[in-house]
């Protein structure tokens, strides 16, 4: 690298003097030679070892280059998550591209980290940069997705940091480090947020701390969250004019992104750019299932986009890097929805779905299409009279548990994917009640009356409430559900979770310029939850849940104010949100015609 830094990297040929190809690399902070399921299944495995998938590509014609990031690995140097990556994968590109056997194509692929550090390295121009395959990430901007949304700090963050830190090379080369964060538990470690530094899980790794806190104490957005690395919407203008495909799904935390990359980079530039949105948790593609739901045998990405992941992208290099025009559509979507609702033989709530196309996202003929809330709980076209309102108490001591969403890397405490919002064994909760969400007193929901005909929402949700807090700060959270109707498998229906979103109202007017509330004004709040689409049936609900925390999948809002990783206060605030015309949720509809 340019400081002198020696980073490991395989190169993957097809004999010993290869003549020159196209290349394609893939950094990574999870070991070169380290299978890992977001690989999907190929062949007998899943996930498949390196060296197979490797070998595939090098007979559909191309060199693989899969590098170790810096200080992960047999990498030198120290690892910081994220903000070395635009550097070091320049220099990387630039120095695979002078080899005697690459044409002077560099492509690039790979998933979650393996994304972001390509928005990185494009971010300071690569100019042997060919084509990027961006798979489950790629920042646009960390802090509106990834690290954190509304301005709430996502605490995979915390677990990420906490499994990172006990595989790293110092950990493994220190026998007592080891053993010290073997003996933590990060169930307990969250029972006791806020943390501090030298006090959190992480005090025995104290590199994965320093950059963990630093994320979280930045928490207005300022020079730290336009750095190169982690704000691609700041260096768009300089990514290389290449083909980009942006592959998400909905029960991942990076839609966002994937959806503006694929918009911005559409119009800044003159090479196509594709958008792929699958019903899977994070890089769960060849399954057909996210947490409880099945979404049945159109659901996976193999057999039914390609024969199977490495295909898929294999055939996207070839129609990239070659002189044949393709032929793919610029969206492929997958329509969750239209299921049986039966239980299925592996024990799932059988929702359905199938894939869609289109040439742009959202669908041209889905139109913005206003529900407003109402004092009786109703969710109705019809806005009503100005008049009442909803209050309720958010205790910071007693969080609404997170059941599924958009999580990734959360384990051991939080999973994501579809579920009925009711708390069971897995859930990690600070009360343990095993009532249905929906039951509990600092919950708020609104639903339709039942569907006499199917209805497809296919685009982002957008909730504007009307609003006021007891409190200095406290947070909002929105979250959209299909409502099954019971049945005999499901005595008591099933309220699948679609999508949610969160806003820390300190930044309800500026994420650079937070300020506090004044107790008891009303404000005019807008909480943005990641793009869905999903066809409810006839016989469901539309149904929209309202409160102040989703925890453990974001830091809970203390009421006082004061700065999230040092304030030991915690304050009850009581929450009113004004209906009956002055709250309202956008669904973007598709026209009967195309449902």
Not at 106 to 113: D, F, H, N
Not at 501 to 522: A, F, H, Q
Request: aromatic share 10%.
């Amino acid at each position: 690298m340019r400081d002198g830094t020696e980073l490991a990297m395989d190169v993957y040929a097809a004999d010993p003097d290869p003549a020159p190809r196209p290349v394609l690399l893939e950094r990574t902070p999870y070991g070169r030679r380290t299978a890992r399921g977001s690989d999907g299944a190929f062949a007998a495995w899943n996930p498949p070892p390196p060296e197979a998938v490797c070998r595939r590509f090098v007979e559909r014609g191309y060199h693989v280059v899969r590098q170790d990031c810096r200080g992960r690995g047999d990498s030198g140097g120290e690892f910081v998550k994220y903000l070395n990556e635009a550097e070091d994968g320049y220099d990387t590109v630039d120095w695979i591209a002078a080899q005697p056997w690459c044409d002077g194509r560099v492509a690039t692929m790979g998933v979650s980290y393996a994304a972001h550090v390509q928005t990185a390295l494009a971010s300071l121009g690569a100019p042997s940069l060919s084509a990027m395959f961006l798979d489950s990430g790629g920042f646009a901007s960390a802090y509106e997705t990834g690290v954190r949304l509304g301005g709430a700090f996502e605490l995979k963050q915390a677990t990420w940091a906490f499994a990172r830190a006990r595989t790293s090379s110092a950990t493994l080369a220190d026998p007592v480090r080891s053993d010290a964060l073997g003996r933590e538990s990060i169930e307990e470690w969250f029972r006791q947020l806020p943390w501090r530094r030298g006090h959190s899980p992480l005090r025995h790794a104290p590199e994965y701390e320093d950059y963990l806190f630093e994320q979280w104490e930045h928490g207005r957005f300022g020079p730290y969250w336009q750095q190169l690395g982690i704000y691609g919407r700041g260096y768009f203008d300089q990514f290389p004019d290449v083909p980009s495909l942006h592959i998400s799904s909905w029960y991942d935390p990076y839609i966002r992104t994937a959806v503006e990359n694929f918009h911005e980079l559409g119009v800044r530039k003159t090479s196509p750019a594709y958008l792929v949105l699958g019903p899977w948790t994070h890089g769960r593609r060849s399954v057909s299932y996210a947490g409880d739901v099945d979404f049945g045998p159109e659901a996976t990405l193999d057999g039914n986009l390609a024969a199977d992941y490495v295909e898929f992208r294999a055939n996207w290099f070839d129609s990239q890097l070659s002189s044949t025009p393709s032929t793919d559509p610029a969206v492929r979507y997958f329509r969750m929805g239209g299921g049986s609702g039966k239980r299925t033989a592996d024990g799932r709530i059988d929702h359905g779905g199938r894939w869609e196309a289109s040439s742009a996202w959202p669908p041209h003929d889905a139109q913005a299409t206003e529900f407003f809330l109402t004092a009786g709980g109703e969710l109705t076209p019809e806005p009503g009279a100005l008049t009442g309102y909803l209050e309720y108490d958010h205790d910071p001591r007693d969080p609404v548990p997170t059941i599924g969403g958009q999580v990734t890397s959360g384990e051991p405490v939080m999973v994501g994917g579809a579920f009925d919002q009711r708390p069971d064994d897995r859930t990690f909760s600070l009360a343990g009640s095993r009532l249905p969400l929906e039951a509990r007193p600092d919950v708020l929901t609104f639903q339709t009356a039942v569907l006499e005909r199917d209805v497809v929402v296919a685009g982002p949700v957008v909730a504007r409430l009307a609003v006021s807090s007891s409190a200095a700060d406290t947070d909002f959270t929105v979250k959209l559900i299909d409502v099954h109707p019971p049945s005999d498998d499901y005595p008591a229906g099933f309220a699948m979770n679609l999508t949610d979103g969160i806003l820390r109202c300190r930044y309800r007017d500026s994420y650079e310029k937070p300020s506090p509330l004044e107790p008891g004004r009303v404000y005019d709040i807008a909480v943005e939850a990641p793009d869905t689409a999903n066809l409810f049936a006839r016989g469901h609900r539309i149904r929209i849940d309202v409160s102040s925390s989703n925890f453990p999948r974001f830091d809970v809002n203390s009421g006082t104010g004061e700065a999230e990783t040092t304030d030991r206060r915690r304050v009850v605030a009581t929450n009113r949100v004004f209906v009956d015309g002055r709250s309202r949720i956008t669904l973007h509809l598709l026209s009967e015609d195309a449902a």
